[in-house]
């Protein structure tokens, strides 16, 4: 099957610096990625939606300027979480749509962020 | 709002029994649904879909059940094995888009 890939896995960080996290689809083009969050014991909320070439879609209550979202290529979204706080540890999943063929949605395997 | 819901938190089964995960959606539009299994520190991992076209499938050890009338999507897994012990989610979504996630059945099974 279609493999999405995240880097890093995990990530530790001082409070107040930025953390940038790459999503890429390794064996097909993703026209359109989503950003998922996911806190302890919590279902995934969709944060955005990445499409490429264009700006991202936020989800209400996300702040855009806070999550950076840049889809540069078919193959790679990246979040940015700038001056990060605590609060946003969290578990961040990715996932990308194949743009060929039967409509299907691949999630990568999370990044750990803990903000000291 | 439109939600995607599950009706019990978690589940404990013996090794060897049958399990029932229950799920239910709000949106009447949704026509795509799928169950997610999710390991500790993992990400979401594919289990099963169905279309809104069918009202039952199977796969190995599993089968889905949609039933459109009451909103209602189920999982079955035969033969429940300790490996099976994990959070489901059921997901829907409509037309391409973003999939909206239940809030989870976390199932135990022991030996």
């Known amino acids: 099957g279609a493999v999405v890939s995240q880097h890093p896995s995990w990530v530790i960080c001082k409070s107040g610096t930025s953390v940038k996290i790459e999503c890429r689809s390794l064996?097909?083009?993703?026209?359109?990625m989503f950003w998922y969050r996911q806190f302890p014991k919590q279902s995934l909320m969709l944060m955005a939606t990445s499409n490429e070439g264009s700006k991202a879609t936020y989800e209400q209550g996300v702040e855009k300027d806070k999550f950076l979202i840049n889809h540069a290529s078919l193959t790679l979204s990246t979040l940015t979480v700038t001056s990060a706080h605590p609060e946003d540890s969290s578990f961040y999943i990715c996932?990308?749509?194949?743009?060929?063929?039967?409509?299907?949605?691949?999630f990568g395997p999370g990044t750990r962020l803990t903000v000291l | 709002g439109e939600s995607v819901g599950l009706h019990l938190p978690t589940l404990s089964v013996q090794e060897g029994d049958n399990s029932i995960i229950n799920c239910a959606y709000s949106n009447s539009a949704s026509d795509y649904f799928i169950w997610y299994k999710q390991e500790s520190g993992k990400g979401p991992q594919f289990i099963i879909d169905i279309r809104s076209n069918m009202d039952k499938r199977q796969g190995q050890r599993v089968t889905v059940l949609l039933n459109k009338t009451v909103k209602h999507l189920s999982l079955q897994i035969a033969a429940t094995q300790p490996g099976d012990s994990a959070v489901y989610f059921c997901a829907e979504n409509q037309a391409g888009t973003a999939l909206i996630f239940g809030k989870g059945t976390t199932l135990s099974v022991s030996s």
């Open positions: 064996d097909f083009q993703a026209t359109t």
């Open positions: 996932s990308a749509i194949r743009t060929s063929g039967v409509y299907e949605q691949f």
